[in-house]
């Protein structure tokens, strides 16, 4: 049954990447988390300026990328009065994170909400973010990105022709596998994990004995169908609305990683708005991600549940002593690549 799923799934992405590639990019025609239209995402009507914002995800009500844009479009259409307003381009229709980023550089690209992973890669100092096993929970994690810690980072996108609005919540990064579950480190040995070409994730598995795999996000279906990977990770609800409930047979609640999130905007597009502009869309942005903040536990179960009578097997008994003590000295390693201020002012916000 998987299988013939699997099959019927791989059919659909091939005419949804299809129907994406055509000259028009189309953006979301569900404007609201509950799936209602909205002008915020609507095509612009004369008079009013409209930002395009993109990211790699579904239009799916419980995407954790979906929603913080959609609540951010309703809530910068009731601030500006409805004379500044976000087009929502999901699934990739702006590019790749990559490319989204290198666009929003050059100004091609006006808007993005992007996985920090990505982000890392261009402003190092993101990396302390993408430490494996740092935070115990949603609220600890919100916390810091939204306090002292979190802003400070922002200090280092000077110069870098992208503008940081606000840090959101992607809940935890957990494992999907074809095959055998993780449970403990020695799961890891030899197994070939699709991977974000990030420095951090990489040097994470390649320290658990696992064969890191940088893969696009779009042929990472593709790649567990035809072996080129035996597992990915990303959070839940990402999961669960990318079908992956009917390609892989487990899912471990490793929580290895913590998925933050980043609404930027290319300083480009910045520099056209006015400062009321300016303080609307930050303000959007912020009050959009403390209401993701929010939604994300709840969505993560729903989720999760939704998945299990999908019938992937949930492993719950992951030992999480073990892969911390499996890493050893992995943090004071880091500390050259990400900056050893940021990753010691970490672990001291987080207490």
Avoid: H
């Amino acid at each position: 049954m998987k299988r013939i799923l699997a099959g019927m799934l791989a059919l659909s992405m091939l005419f949804a990447l299809a129907a994406c590639g055509g000259p028009e990019k189309n953006p979301a025609s569900s404007g609201t988390p509950d799936g209602s239209s909205s002008p915020a995402s609507s095509q612009p009507s004369a008079g009013k300026k409209t930002l395009q914002i993109g990211f790699t995800t579904a239009a799916d009500p419980s995407d954790p990328y979906f929603y913080v844009a959609t609540e951010m479009a309703r809530i910068l259409e009731e601030k500006s009065g409805g004379t500044l307003g976000l087009e929502l381009f999901p699934n990739g229709q702006l590019g790749q994170e990559r490319e989204m980023f290198e666009g929003m550089q050059m100004g091609t690209t006006e808007m993005a909400v992007m996985t920090n992973s990505y982000v890392s890669n261009f402003i190092p100092a993101c990396g302390a973010l993408d430490l494996p096993f740092i935070f115990e929970d949603v609220d600890q994690a919100a916390a810091v990105m939204s306090g002292g810690f979190g802003q400070s980072l922002f200090t280092e996108f000077e110069g870098s022709g992208v503008v940081p609005l606000a840090w959101a919540v992607g809940g935890f990064r957990n494992l999907v596998t074809v095959g055998k579950a993780v449970k403990v480190p020695e799961d890891f040995k030899g197994m070939k994990i699709r991977c974000l070409e990030n420095n951090t994730y990489m040097n994470t598995y390649s320290t658990l004995g696992a064969n890191p795999t940088p893969m696009a996000w779009s042929e990472t279906i593709p790649g567990l169908q035809q072996k080129t990977v035996e597992g990915l990770d990303a959070s839940i609800s990402v999961l669960y609305t990318g079908g992956f409930a009917d390609i892989c047979d487990c899912l471990s609640l490793t929580n290895q990683f913590f998925a933050a999130t980043l609404i930027c905007i290319s300083q480009t597009e910045w520099d056209k708005l006015s400062p009321e502009e300016q303080t609307w869309l930050r303000e959007a942005a912020l009050e959009a991600s403390d209401l993701q903040a929010r939604f994300q536990v709840q969505a993560d179960e729903d989720n999760l549940a939704k998945m299990e009578e999908a019938g992937i097997t949930v492993v719950r008994d992951v030992d999480y002593t073990a892969f911390k003590d499996a890493l050893g000295d992995f943090y004071d390693s880091m500390k050259d690549s990400i900056g050893a201020k940021y990753v010691d002012d970490l672990f001291a916000a987080i207490g």
